[in-house]
């Protein structure tokens, strides 16, 4: 039974992925080079859905494409053990559990902003006035003014 081919549209429409994308991860060697037909057309197959659909989770889960190139060389070499997509799992969670802390932060600085805005003029606004004025800022590390 021959194997179904996909032509870059179709596998955009497949896996909802734009082509631009599909191309820059060939371009980065995060998708494997498809088979070319007489006039040039990229050929794919049903492994190429399956390592699109890979990428798309990793980056939905906020991998960095440098984690995610680690972890697909661990799926072409699956003799490994698992240590390092343990590994790098766990760094992703850290990273998350640091922007769940910084959006907390974020959450409350906006909270005090609109709680504490008048509702009068834009001179008087308070969420105005915070936004050019980072000393009142519940967040450390925005860069002072120059």
Known sequence: MKEEIFTIGRLARETGTK???IRYYEQISLMPEPERSTGNQRLYERRHIDRLAFIRHSRELGFPLLAIRELLGLVDSPEQTCE???RIARTQLREVELRMVRLAALKAEL???ITECRGGRVTECR???DLANHKNCLYDDHLEPA
């Open 127 to 129: 969420v105005i006035e």
């Open 19 to 21: 082509v631009q994308t």
């Open 84 to 86: 390092t997509a343990d």
């Open 111 to 113: 909270q005090r902003m």
